[in-house]
């Protein structure tokens, strides 16, 4: 079955330079999650999107930014980098449905290990 | 989205069932019991989820208390591969709209030969 792809796997970069983070959710997949996991931290939500439009923001510096295009494919801008954004960059999708049943299960792609020098 | 607590570590031998506790004191009455787990540095894994009846599947199977304070995730047959992070995980299932996972502490468990 498919599953959330993710690119890049690494990605380094150097203090204040920009990097964009891809992320193609599960066929038929309408919501896009995006968690940052620092060094020995459990993942934390940045923010999310349903049908493209914003749906939820967590705590997401406001040198990031991130979008959902027409293709439901999202990406995760991040400007200005510091040393604490290195980190792992986990993408995750849902379908959410109308009928009845309630499954919002998320899946999550292999994640983005970005460090910043 | 209600707070849950879990045991900071767990051993268990290959071969037995693992037993997972989580204490959701405070959920209401239209918030799910998520499972997932984090093998080292890969992406959080779906495991099963309830609402108030037991639920099993090819995993693992979930036992929530009939008051619903408290689960017990269990994996029947433990395998050095189910060495991970555990994570329950308390949150409303919007039919409409996804809903962010808020990840706590998290149980680790050691599937030990």
């Known amino acids: 079955a498919a599953g959330v792809i993710q690119s890049p796997r690494h990605l380094i970069k150097e203090k204040r330079e920009t990097a964009t983070l891809k992320c193609y959710p599960i066929?038929?997949?309408?919501?896009v999650y995006w968690y940052q996991q620092g060094p020995g931290q459990d993942p934390q939500f940045l923010i999310s999107f349903y049908e493209k439009m914003q749906s939820d923001k967590g705590s997401i510096p406001d040198r990031f930014s991130a979008q959902q295009f027409s293709d439901y494919h999202s990406e995760l801008n991040m400007s200005s980098l510091e040393l604490g954004d290195s980190a792992l960059y986990f993408c995750?999708?849902?379908?959410?449905?109308?009928?009845?049943?309630?499954?919002?299960?998320?899946?999550f792609g292999a994640g983005t290990r970005l460090s910043v020098l | 989205d209600a707070k849950t607590t879990q045991p900071p570590s767990m051993d268990c031998a290959e071969g037995r069932a693992a037993n997972l506790p989580c204490n959701h004191s405070t959920i209401s009455g239209n918030e799910y019991v998520y499972w997932y787990r984090q093998i080292h540095s890969q992406g959080p894994q779906y495991i099963i989820h309830g609402l108030k009846n037991n639920e099993t599947n090819e995993m693992a199977s979930l036992i929530i208390t009939e008051d619903r304070k408290s689960s017990t995730l269990i994996l029947p047959h433990a395998t050095l591969r189910d060495t991970a992070v555990y994570y329950c995980?308390?949150?409303?299932?919007?039919?409409?709209?996804?809903?962010?996972?808020?990840f706590g502490q998290g149980t680790e468990l050691s599937v030990k030969p």
């Open positions: 995980i308390v949150r409303v299932g919007l039919y409409n709209q996804g809903g962010k996972l808020i």
């Open positions: 995750a999708s849902s379908e959410v449905r109308f009928l009845g049943e309630t499954k919002n299960i998320q899946y």
């Open positions: 066929p038929r997949h309408d919501t």
